[in-house]
């Protein structure tokens, strides 16, 4: 996004020209200000629901013989 757009990436300045220029407005809490917006509320919103449906997908589900493992160790 810094040599796309200019914008800031993690509070470092981007000194390069950007291939569309974009004027960022509006409050540093939900643009992200300085930081860039990875620092803002709409960012951190979507990383909080993508967590939220890896968490509930059974594409990260735990093996069978994890599983197994998880409820021998329970069970002692």
């Not at 992200?32 to 967590?51: M, Q």
Request: proline share 4%; with cysteine; hydrophobic share 45%.
């Amino acid at each position: 996004m810094g040599v796309l757009f200019k914008f800031s990436v993690s509070g470092t300045p981007r000194s390069t020209d950007a291939l569309v220029g974009v004027i960022v407005r509006g409050n540093h809490w939900l643009t992200g200000g300085d930081y860039g917006p990875e620092g803002g509320v709409v960012a951190t919103l979507v990383i909080i629901l993508c967590a939220i449906w890896l968490w509930r997908t059974k594409w990260f589900a735990p093996s069978e013989k994890m599983t197994r493992l998880l409820n021998e160790t329970t069970q002692q």
